[in-house]
């Protein structure tokens, strides 16, 4: 069974920045391109940024150069640094293999001062 968990949210000051996790269980996240993906309220799920079994990574327009996701697959985690947090990042975020249906209970960034 495929287990996700995502932490490393929380309460941040504009301008500040957070780290977060996923551990992935069940699978072995390096044969598989990962990406983080985030949902605002009463807006739909967005990707934010993936990375491929090799280390590419794209991101969308508005955290290129504010974020940095990376992956440790000996620890089966995939990670997400995220620089200059604005409120507009809030949301809940989830990482998952692109282009499948496994999702975490996700982890609440909220950005205010």
């Known amino acids: 069974q495929v287990q996700l968990v995502e932490s490393g949210g929380g309460l941040v000051q504009p301008g500040g920045s957070l780290r977060l996790s996923c551990a992935a269980y069940?699978?072995?996240?390096?044969?598989?391109?990962m990406g983080w993906y985030r949902q605002a309220p009463g807006r739909q799920r967005e990707l934010v940024a993936r990375i491929t079994p090799g280390g590419s990574t794209n991101y969308a327009d508005s955290m290129k150069g504010r974020f940095t996701i990376s992956r440790d697959n000996a620890k089966n985690t995939v990670y997400l640094r995220m620089n200059s947090l604005q409120p507009e990042d809030t949301a809940v975020y989830y990482c998952?293999?692109?282009?499948?249906?496994?999702w975490g209970q996700g982890t609440q960034v909220t950005v205010s001062s």
């Open positions: 069940g699978i072995q996240i390096s044969i598989y391109t």
């Open positions: 998952s293999p692109v282009s499948y249906d496994y």
